[in-house]
């Protein structure tokens, strides 16, 4: 909590005993230095235009440089893992360290060729009377034990400035030499080397990454080869072989007897079939529609005798009776023919019937063979489980294997390659500047010039300030004056006649309290100012009754004659000079603030804050406040009845200086004094009726 300044027009003061800032004063002193203060912009006027005109220019190169993850130029590689990752303001930050390393350093010292150049070697022309000096003085470095390099640093890093612009990844490398050319080579020079760097770094890496690679892929190579010996060794144990479409011998000869098995069983239904439907057909007459019987060779043969039988009895037939001899032959040479075809197809029925039986005889044959072969493969599965176990271990570190030799053999190609590309490129390269950067004369001459004029104008201020008492104010000559010497005469003297005003409204405040309390109150506000010992400080006065009769207004009154004093009501028991509106319990709790509730005494320099109406806030509040107020006034005197809320106490122990209580009877205010000073108080000063009689009497 601040203290704004004080209310109804009170101007600053000084921290003085009753001064106050008096602008005229310092008006006055500063047009009668006047010369002083023109003669030292004059000076550095002259100065500084002799400066910039005398000292050697300075020409600075600017190369810019651009950061971006370059993608990898190795083929087969990810170019987005590569570049996917953005930098940030600390790997900006991490880059302009690389430009400004001493590596850096050194190797830009020799590019450049700034050994032996004068502006940046101290040994190129020989070591001055006053190195020597200073060296044997122990006061510098001999630069005759240094390192040619060494010596070139303290130079090359005045000269090097590097930095990022703000919300950008471009770093602006800026060197400054007195030749504009030696200038912009270092500039481009240094960008390059820090490139060069970074594509050393990236081989470097590359270089221990092959290391490292080299070691895995041998590791490898000796645990694929184990893995692949226990693998065959597995098998040979075993009897697990591998044959065919990489399968086990035992379960590619159950995988055959299972097709031969369902072969047998197909010929056998076949055959079954056939001899059922020849026999049906034989039941039919239909022997020659039967094709596994008109196919046979003795069948056929029947079949076309059968057929010349039929055409020569049809011959015969047209000329022969049926009862005829010949008739008669050939129809039984025709029903012999159909009986030797119905043998034929009753025969072809039968083998067929036995190919079936045969079919069947294998069927079982193959199914005692399949189901022997099925358990000697279930006896072999936990072999096979293992086998497969084994297997996949030798396939994952032959996997592994391939991956890392690939690896291996692109850390190879970037180790060798010479065109690795750096995480940067050059966006613009310096020239050389042809306008110096130093000396900037027009602004040189003029802020030189402005600071001049200001210090001398402080060094007056400050030293009007500082004078005891209020700046002594010269009137005007009484000599004939015109309109503008008379008006500043006339603002001269009402200046004055205020002054004196105030200091004699001053006295009368002190001579406007009663007769008896001049003494007392007189003698509290000196106890109050010996305490303060020159700092702010807080005096707190208590009246035993229900009113001081005016003793807190007079030792406040009295105190305003040495300092910045505020009188602060804690309740209505302290007499106050008229204060309408709000004080400190609409302070307190923010209903008003300090320039609404600080009045100003109408007879004295005193500022006065009544006690308010309402609820106050709490002792923190409280102790803000007169925090606050301590800041802005030299003393704050706090008048408060008897009734003192703890809290209130407590929170005027940690800032007050002196205390005092007013009452009526010495006893009860002795007793007061002693609870005040057992709240953790300063030992107060008793002020009551008698003494304030004793007082006046004495008066």
């Known amino acids: 909590m601040r203290v704004e300044s004080p209310a109804q027009g009170q101007g600053p003061h000084r921290t003085g005993d009753d001064a106050e800032i008096d602008l005229g004063g310092i008006g006055h002193a500063l047009w009668a230095n006047r010369k002083w203060v023109a003669g030292a912009a004059i000076v550095a006027l002259c100065a500084s235009t002799a400066f910039v005109n005398i000292v050697k220019p300075r020409y600075t190169a600017e190369t810019r440089v651009l950061l971006e993850l370059q993608s990898s130029f190795m083929p087969g590689e990810d170019a987005k893992t590569e570049s996917s990752g953005m930098l940030d303001p600390e790997a900006v930050g991490s880059q302009i360290q690389l430009v400004t390393s001493r590596d850096v350093a050194r190797r830009a010292i020799k590019q450049i060729g700034l050994l032996g150049n004068s502006e940046f070697d101290p040994m190129a022309s020989g070591m001055g009377a006053v190195s020597r000096v200073l060296v044997l003085l122990g006061l510098k470095r001999d630069p005759s034990q240094m390192s040619p390099e060494d010596r070139v640093f303290e130079n090359y890093y005045e000269k090097l400035q590097v930095f990022s612009p703000t919300k950008t990844r471009v770093l602006n490398i800026e060197f400054s030499s007195r030749d504009p050319d030696l200038a912009a080579k270092a500039a481009n020079s240094i960008a390059g080397i820090y490139l060069d760097f970074q594509q050393d770094a990236k081989r470097a890496n590359a270089r221990s990454a092959a290391a490292s690679l080299g070691t895995i892929v041998a590791d490898l190579k000796t645990r694929v080869a184990s893995a692949e010996s226990k693998v065959e060794d597995f098998r040979a144990e075993t009897g697990l072989l591998v044959g065919t479409n990489n399968t086990t011998i035992t379960a590619q000869q159950l995988g055959e007897v299972n097709t031969e098995l369902a072969r ?31 196919n046979n060779d003795l069948v056929r043969r029947i079949s076309e005798q059968r057929v010349t039988l ?11 009776l049926p009862g005829h001899p010949r008739i008669k032959e050939l129809t039984a040479q025709l029903a012999d023919l159909d009986s030797e075809m119905r043998v034929a197809a009753d025969k072809a029925a039968r083998t067929l019937d036995n190919d079936a039986k045969i079919a069947g005889q294998r069927f079982q044959n193959l199914q005692a063979s399949l189901d ?37 053999q692109q850390a190879l190609a970037r180790e060798n390659s010479k065109s690795t590309p750096a995480d940067a490129r050059i966006i613009s390269r310096a020239i050389a500047p042809q306008i110096p950067s130093f000396p900037k004369k027009i602004p040189i001459i003029g802020f030189s010039t402005l600071g001049a004029l200001f210090l001398s104008i402080a060094f007056i201020v400050a030293r009007e300030l500082l004078k005891e008492g209020p700046a002594p104010r010269r009137m005007p000559a009484p000599a004939p004056v015109g309109p503008v010497e008379a008006s500043a005469s006339e ?11 105030i200091e004699r409204r001053t006295i009368v405040a002190a001579d406007a309290a009663p007769a008896a309390l001049l003494g007392p109150s007189q003698s509290f506000a000196q106890a109050a100012f010996d305490a303060a010992e020159g700092a702010p400080a807080l005096a707190l006065t208590v009246c035993e009754g229900d009113s001081d009769d005016g003793f807190a207004l007079a030792s406040a009154r009295a105190l305003a004659r040495r300092g910045r004093t505020i009188l602060v009501a804690l309740d209505e028991a302290a007499r106050m000079a008229q204060t309408d509106g709000p004080g400190l319990a609409e302070l307190l709790t923010g209903r008003a603030s300090f320039d609404e509730t600080i009045h100003r005494d109408q007879i004295s320099r005193l500022h006065v804050l009544g006690a308010g109406q309402g609820a106050r806030g709490g002792a923190d509040a409280l102790l803000s406040a ?18 003192l809320d703890i809290d209130d106490a407590y929170a005027l122990s940690q800032l007050a200086r002196s205390c005092a209580v007013y009452g009526g009877e010495p006893y009860s205010t002795a007793s007061l004094a002693d609870a005040l000073e057992k709240h953790g108080l300063p030992r107060p000063a008793i002020v009551g009726v008698e003494d304030a009689r004793l007082g006046q009497t004495a008066a």
Not at 310 to 320: D, P, Y
Not at 376 to 395: D, F, I, Q
Request: proline share 1%.
């Open 491 to 501: 603002g001269f003297e009402r200046q004055e006649s205020e002054r004196k005003d």
């Open 264 to 294: 047998a069983r197909t010929s056998q239904a076949d055959a079954q079939a056939k001899a059922k439907l020849i026999r049906e057909m034989l039941k039919q007459g239909r022997v020659g529609d039967i094709p596994d019987v008109a």
């Open 310 to 320: 039929k055409a020569q009895l049809a011959l015969e037939s047209r000329t022969l």
């Open 626 to 643: 007169l925090d606050a107020l301590l800041e802005a006034y030299d003393f704050v005197v706090v008048a408060a009845s008897s009734a």
């Open 372 to 408: 022997q072969q099925k358990k000697v493969v279930g006896s072999m599965s936990a072999e096979e489980v293992k086998l497969r176990e084994l297997e996949r271990t030798a396939k994952a570190l032959k996997d592994d294997l391939e991956a890392a030799t690939t690896k291996y």
